[in-house]
Structures are given as structure tokens and as C-alpha cells.
């Protein structure tokens, strides 16, 4: 029983500690957020890669606040939030990446850069801007028209995740 007594006493003691910690940012769910952020601004990133998609950027943006919201505190607001994201997508193409010799291109692959500015007002040290890169190979047999709204979707969210593990997870 007394062993029961000593780690009961040592998880008050623990808890105690973490609560009285007003300026620390803790969590259990591995968000590592300052305490005193609250809000965060995503500006809508301008899709400036020499191939135009016309529904990316919104849909982009769109897919970031979204990130932000579900798996955050954090309150959106138009500007000026503690935290800032802004930025805009600067690469978008396909290239051949594999060949045959029957046919030619055996394998493509579909990338997308974006260039992301965050800031951190409350936080400058936190503060980085950085061209993040993702792709996905396809078939060749498969035109990309074809299967550009599904690479497009999943090389976002790729993108979106490693901007949200910086921010929000400091990864």
C-alpha cells in the first residue's frame, strides 16, 4: 500500500506543477502552442507556378484554416493574428521520372512547392519562411487531367501538415 501512497503523492505533486505553470505551453495531445497565443490569421496563398490551377489557391487556403481550426484552440481571425501565415504556392508541374524502353515515360510525378511565411509577433525566434515541397508518382498510362484533383488534394495536405507540424508542434 505504501507504494500506491508514494506514486498517488508523486501524480498530485506532477499535476500541481503543470498547473501552476501559467506562462509554460504544455499539452498532452503534443500541440505546443505559447499560452498566450489565441489567434491565428492565414492570408489566401496566390498561386504564382507558371502552371495555372484555377481552384488550388482557394481550395489551399481553405484546407490550412481548416488544419488550423479542428486541431487547434486557436480562434481565426482576419489579420493580425498571434500567429500569421501567409505565403503562396510557386511550383506546380509533372515530370517524367521512370522510362522504358517500349514506351517511353513508364512513371510521373505530380509536385507542388509553397512558399510559407509565418510569424509569431509575441514570439519572434518562432518566426521562418520556407519553400515546402511534396509530390506523387503516377502511371504514365494515366493522363494527369485525369487524376490531377486526387494528386492535388493529397500533395496539399502533405504540405499542410509539415507547415502545421512547425507551427503547432514545433517539429
Known amino acids: 500500500m505504501t507504494s500506491n ?3 498517488y503523492s508523486l501524480l498530485c505533486i506532477l499535476l500541481l ?3 501552476a505553470c501559467k506562462s509554460c505551453s504544455y499539452s498532452l495531445s503534443g500541440i505546443n502552442i505559447p499560452v498566450d497565443v489565441k489567434t491565428i490569421s492565414i492570408q489566401y496563398f496566390n498561386n504564382q507556378a507558371s ?3 484555377p481552384s488550388l489557391s482557394q481550395k489551399f487556403t481553405e484546407q490550412m484554416k481548416d488544419k488550423f481550426l ?3 484552440s486557436l480562434t481565426l481571425v482576419g489579420q493580425e493574428g498571434d500567429f500569421k501565415l501567409s505565403g503562396s504556392i510557386v511550383d506546380y508541374k509533372t515530370e517524367s521520372v ?3 524502353a517500349n514506351t517511353g515515360s513508364s512513371k510521373n510525378r505530380f509536385s507542388m512547392t509553397v ?3 509565418f510569424e509569431c509577433p509575441k514570439h519572434p525566434e518562432m518566426n521562418f519562411t520556407e519553400n515546402i515541397s511534396k509530390f506523387q ?3 504514365a498510362t494515366e493522363t494527369f487531367q485525369s487524376i490531377e484533383a486526387s494528386l492535388s ?3 496539399s495536405t502533405q504540405i499542410i501538415q509539415e507547415v502545421f507540424n512547425k507551427v503547432a508542434l514545433k517539429w
Do not use: G
Open 51 to 53: 502552371y495555372v490551377n
Open 153 to 155: 488534394e493529397q500533395v
Open 70 to 72: 479542428r486541431e487547434t
Open 115 to 117: 512558399r510559407v511565411v
Open 5 to 7: 501512497k508514494y506514486l
Open 17 to 19: 506543477s503543470l498547473t
Open 137 to 139: 508518382e503516377f502511371n
Open 98 to 100: 521512370a522510362s522504358n
